[in-house]
């Protein structure tokens, strides 16, 4: 891992992990009836990189999902997912213009709706072979990837309360699974990457088991003077101190998903709490699909980013 100051953003290709098909419409999922062709429009997409490029921004996480053409598994491609190869002309734009690009992958119980019907077949034989090869097409695509983001959050009923099935895999199989994406990662050369949150609840296992190899990201999208106040939304940022002095690397995420001023918290909060060993940089994660009705929001979370770094590393600019 390169210890340069990471600036990143989180743009989706498939938006089929936050629901399923029979969760009903909420203001979270866009207020839209689920629809089976993703939600991508390819001038926004081409917008928003080019504004990333412009804020000095230097990796994108890509949520990949079922959003391209899949020839291991083609019965998991969206109807109007992208042709492999028009996606890697659109990463090496991506490259060409300073932007690293870094595949998702979210195989979370909660966040696996692109699997289609491997996502009822959970910790199978067959689950397992389609996971690997789904990795390693994934990997080709972006041309060996030096980090490879498996997602992994929010595994538990109260997220999947409105799903038609309700999937939470239990402690030692979790781990099992986990442990079977982080290698198949590293067969191709990735760093795995996945979001803390399971430590929130489970903190002394995540801090026992959890390799240190294993690039991390907490997450805090509220005012942090509400996680301040409650003792059990308080956890969340003690997870950021715990995995900085167990010696994690971090790349502490933020969004306007609800609070304006989430960015700049969480850019303080890193610059003044965690040493700067672990902390690996930043990330913006809009949270919404790259789409045409969503340009402000994607704009907006980028800009918000950038004035945090303005404000509190300047000197990276």
């Not at 399971?198 to 996680?227: D, I, N, T």
Request: net charge negative; charged share 30%.
């Amino acid at each position: 891992m390169q210890k340069k100051q990471l600036w990143g953003y989180m743009l989706s290709l498939s938006n089929h992990m936050w629901a399923d098909e029979s969760t009903r419409p909420t203001l979270w999922y866009e207020d839209v009836p689920y629809s089976h062709e993703i939600d991508i429009d390819e001038i926004t997409w081409d917008e928003t990189v080019k504004a990333l490029a412009e804020r000095k921004y230097n990796f994108v996480l890509i949520d990949v999902g079922d959003g391209i053409k899949y020839e291991s598994h083609s019965e998991i491609s969206a109807p109007n997912a992208w042709e492999k190869d028009f996606l890697k002309k659109k990463l090496s734009e991506m490259r060409a213009l300073g932007l690293e690009p870094i595949p998702k992958l979210n195989f979370s119980a909660c966040h696996d709706t692109w699997l289609k019907e491997y996502r009822r077949m959970i910790s199978t034989p067959t689950y397992y072979r389609v996971c690997a090869d789904l990795i390693r097409e994934v990997c080709e695509v972006f041309d060996a990837p030096r980090i490879f983001h498996l997602g992994c959050d929010e595994e538990n009923a109260e997220m999947q309360k409105g799903y038609e099935c309700i999937t939470v895999r239990g402690e030692e199989l979790w781990w099992h699974d986990l442990f079977f994406l982080f290698s198949e990662c590293e067969k191709h050369g990735a760093r795995p990457w996945v979001w803390s949150d399971y430590a929130w609840r489970h903190e002394e296992v995540f801090l026992q088991k959890m390799p240190r190899s294993v690039l991390q990201s907490s997450w805090l999208y509220l005012p942090f003077k509400e996680y301040l106040a409650d003792s059990l939304q308080h956890k969340r940022i003690e997870i950021f101190e715990a995995l900085d002095q167990k010696g994690y690397d971090q790349i502490l995420t933020g969004s306007l998903y609800n609070n304006l001023r989430n960015m700049h918290q969480n850019v303080a909060f890193g610059r003044d709490r965690l040493t700067a060993g672990g902390l690996l940089g930043y990330m913006a994660a809009p949270w919404v699909s790259t789409a045409s009705k969503n340009r402000y929001t994607l704009l907006d979370n980028a800009e918000r980013l950038l004035e945090a770094r303005k404000r509190f590393y300047p000197e990276t600019l």
